[in-house]
DNA sequence: GCACACTCTAAGCGCCCGCTCAGGCTCCGG
DNA sequence: CCGGAGCCTGAGCGGGCGCTTAGAGTGTGC
């Protein structure tokens, strides 16, 4: 797992986002579902709007997805991969609970922020998805959930971290870091890297690290 | 403004959530209508659910509304004036600012957990209202965050709270608390009262009080 | 006892939805 | 030069949508 296309780093942002959907003609459309899903809500989204957005007739999106249904499943799959592999990635590098903690936040929360239209979509339109679909993410969810539970227990058990209550307190800072990706704007007063820098700290002060 | 239904407290709960809507039917179509809006979104509900679930034919409803918006409208609008008067009774108590902020919190949470079919209706479907609707009820909003925003000041200026960033941590709190309403679930791990105890916790760790 | 207002239903209008299908390009191996 | 695969369009299907209308039942004031 862990793709190798984020090399550099530094502020949230992928170089090629969706480069694993070929052909190019299912990347255009897909890239018009996420902006028309993240705007819109998937149900309020019509496929004659895709489409449109994509340049193309109603009708060529069907050669490319079955359904639209199909298209909601590929995005959720793809950025709940994303989102799993960045938090991966920080839990599993190097430095103390609290330093890994920190840059996990902060690398999700800059995700969140620097590609908030994929992930209103990935993060708020679960309901619409199929059943199965949804059982396979709901999987992905409690993998990404697992990186910051660990992290946190590490960092109880080290004595770097005083927390109460470690499911509650993952479930905050997950709910926190998700819930950028509702109101962040890009013409708003921060800019990605702020939000993360801002939203570490606030964590760190969350899970009672020792400064 | 600040209903005088509320005397009860304790558990967020109110005695008539929507005593204010009459006639009887009116009240059995906003309260089907919370209810679709809640579990599908606003745009996936059809106005023959929404009568079917009050028992009334789809006609019915448009004596009471003029459009199935209204009712979006009206539900986002008692919703929010509750909110605002939540967090305004907290602010405007007794007590150190500490104090003040940990009722805020956790009131505004349990809210959020008890009647989180409402909230999400009044949290997550503001982009589905018209535009004076959604303009008015963006001035709503600002009131909500300006007591929060009060809050952590006074306790700032009263060398209680540590915070960097005053706006930061008011944006951070108040995304922490709507989102309850998102993953909360009723047959889930803990009740309206205990995450308003839990998330008033972090809350204060959060604004680094002094404990 | 009757006119009127209020509340509701059965039926259905016009529209747009997700999706299909027959056919026409373009490119490529032989 | 031909045949077939891959990609795309124009036209349109069945159906469900938000909402309207005509009219029936019920309660109230006078």
Chains 1, 2 share one sequence.
Do not use: N
């Not at 998937?42 to 060529?60: E, F, K, L, V, W």
């Amino acid at each position: 797992m862990s793709t190798a296309e984020e090399t550099t780093a530094g502020s949230g942002g992928e170089r090629q986002p969706w480069a694993e959907v070929t052909p190019e003609a299912a990347r255009r459309l897909l890239v018009a579902a996420v902006d028309a899903f993240a705007e819109r809500g998937y149900h309020a989204t019509t496929t004659r709007d895709i489409a449109g957005r994509a340049g193309m007739s109603p009708a060529a999106l069907y050669i490319h997805y079955k359904t639209k249904e199909e298209l909601l499943a590929r995005i959720s799959r793809i950025g709940h991969e994303k989102a799993l592999a960045i938090l991966r990635d920080a839990a599993d590098g190097e430095g103390t609970a609290a330093e890994r903690l920190a840059e996990a936040v902060s690398s999700f929360v800059r995700w969140h922020a620097a590609q908030h239209t994929t992930a209103r979509v990935v993060q708020y339109e679960l309901e619409a998805l199929g059943e199965d679909t949804r059982a396979e993410i709901v999987g992905l969810r409690k993998q990404v959930d697992a990186q910051v539970r660990r992290l946190i227990q590490e960092g109880v058990e080290a004595g770097e971290f005083e927390v109460p209550d470690a499911q509650g307190a993952t479930l905050a800072i997950m709910s926190l870091c998700i819930d950028v990706a509702r109101w962040f704007r890009v013409d708003g007063r921060w800019t990605p890297d702020e939000v993360g820098a801002l939203y570490a700290d606030l964590v760190l002060s969350m899970v009672g690290a020792k400064r």
